[in-house]
């Protein structure tokens, strides 16, 4: 690991209410960006209990964050480097007592994680999809509160569900939507523009743009292949938005 | 209100104050003024109350013993002025923590006399249920309060859920004579974007104490105020809302096609 020296991250959760509207391949393409722009990244795959960055990335992982849990085993035995500037954090998946952590287990994973990250410049929460436990737990633990959500009634529900849940409960107010596979840019927009005026006018919040990112075939190819669609297919539509968008997110 | 999530240090100490629970020392919370917790002292049990008196006394702050593990002692259960004052401690608690706090009362009926002693054979009964934080004292002659520290809605009502299984797998007996009582659990929860004052938890519990209690059928009952207030549902007005924008999208799509 290049990234030695003590840093103050910028720790940014990436949820999403539903479940498929691409949160782990954004969350693992704009790590990817945001090394290529020289940041030192540590993705937290935040879906505890069914774990899908490993899959994503294609990694055959050896230790991961349960291992830190259950037998106090140092988490950075789990890091896995993607690249000097890139490393991931993984989860266990078919393990559904990992979904719900104890006060305990949080406060151990929280002080696990505080020796960890100060050697990166962001870290990214992958967070499993709902309103559970850990996906609070992770969103409140976070600075930035990125919210993605497609042009789907149901997940439009469950974003504003969840965006609900955390400002109610946990006092967040300010959040990041990012829309996900739209088919124009102007829909992006009115999805956007839709969200903020149901936000503002019930909840009294204002969020902020994040970007929308265009429907394109290279985003599930690169799934299928397990690897970043900014690595197979740099100039698809969708690699120049999440470059886009890791540019906004470094100026957050 | 402060909705505000606890905070790491507030997790910990919490987590310490489960693990004390398990071992021979007193708690001491260092409370403050502030909105997070100064502190928290383990002593050894072994330590005398004389000895200790002298030390706290020197230390500017507040300074709240929590019994530990619960509030049994020599066989005996503490009353209903002990759960106040506990209870009070607590709510305090959950402010600075920002954890919720459940409080359940459990009444057993249907017995004419000898009320108490079923409520201690239950108190027995249901102490492999307890957690290492939580406060159980009498209530009345014929029933047990229990505080549980951390525990949400949800939560208290899956621990209420087993301690009336563990009772209902208890063989009471009067003397001799083995004895079924019906039971009633009614729960409040205090959360620390709203909290109250203990004797209005206890209040809200008693009342759904006696919601439970005419039910019937080992029935529990939950504070359907806290249960209002715990809910974060997307209401009808924010849905209508939330899909006009692809319906309208939908429609022009349709009607291109």
Known sequence: MTAKTKRSPKIICISSGKGGVGKTSFSVNVATALSQKGK????????????????????????TIRETIEEGRDLSSSLVEINPRFHVLPASSGVPEMANLSYEEQALLTSSLEEIIDRFDFVLIDTAAGIGDSVLWFNTWSQVNIVILTPDPTSLTDAYALIKVLHTRHDR?????????????KEGQDVFANMSMVLERFLKITPLTLGAMPQDKSVSMAIRQQRPFLLGAPESKASLEIVAVAERIMNL | MNRK?????????RSLEEQAGQHPVRTIRLTGK??????????NAAVSASELAPILAGLRFTDQTRPTPVGQTEGKLPDLAWLRQQLAMELTQVQQSKLPCALLLLTLSGQDTGASALAGQAATA????????????????????????????????????????????TAFTKGTTGVTPTLAL???????????????????AEAELARAAKIGNDAICQSAAVRS?????????????????????????????
Not at chain 1, 45 to 50: A, C, F, I, N, Q
Not at chain 1, 173 to 185: A, D, T
């Open chain 2, 34 to 43: 502030g909105s997070e917790p100064l502190g928290l002292l383990l002593i």
């Open chain 1, 40 to 63: 030192a990244v540590l993705l937290i795959d935040g879906d505890l209990g069914l774990a899908n960055v490993d899959v994503v990335l294609g990694l055959n992982v050896r230790h």
């Open chain 2, 5 to 13: 999530a606890p905070s790491d240090t507030a997790l910990l100490y």
């Open chain 2, 186 to 204: 009614g729960i409040a929860v205090c959360h620390a974007y709203e909290t109250i004052p203990a004797d209005q938890l206890l209040t809200l």
């Open chain 2, 126 to 169: 249901l102490t492999p249920c307890l957690h290492p934080v939580d406060l159980l004292s009498g209530y009345h002659k014929n029933g047990l309060a229990l505080i549980m520290p951390g525990a949400a809605v949800g939560k208290a009502r899956k621990r209420a859920e087993e301690i009336r299984a563990a009772l209902r797998n």
């Open chain 1, 173 to 185: 107010k300010h959040f990041h939507l990012l829309i996900n596979s739209v088919q124009s840019k």
């Open chain 2, 229 to 257: 207030e715990d809910s974060c549902q997307v209401t009808v007005e924010e849905r209508a809302q939330l899909w006009m924008q692809p319906r309208k999208a939908a429609r022009a799509a349709g009607i291109a096609a």
